[in-house]
């Protein structure tokens, strides 16, 4: 399930409202450390998400789609940062 985390009201509750189901996001799309951040920002910001929504059934992604003009140094860093906890 693809969950705009900061779209919902109350995501904190996001598995409870879909159980049983893998979770997509975690990271804004629009705006945020993806948008106007720097790599030190983003990986911050990668552990904030994991260790809020954890490893299990969840799928670190932007809370939508990326815009064709994201700068992927900063996606390269969320991958590496998320692969290293």
């Known amino acids: 399930v693809n969950w705009g ?8 509750r996001r598995q409870e409202a879909v159980p049983g189901k893998d979770l997509l996001g975690g ?19 990668v552990i904030k998400v994991v260790e809020n929504f954890g490893r299990e059934g969840f799928i670190l992604g932007a809370d939508c789609t990326l815009a064709t003009e994201q700068d992927l140094k ?12």
Do not use: K, T
């Open 5 to 12: 985390v900061y779209e919902a009201q109350d995501s904190g």
């Open 27 to 45: 990271l804004e799309n629009r705006s945020g450390v993806l948008v106007d951040g720097g790599e030190y920002d983003v990986r911050r910001e």
């Open 74 to 85: 900063l996606v390269r860093a969320a991958v590496e940062q998320a692969r290293s906890l």
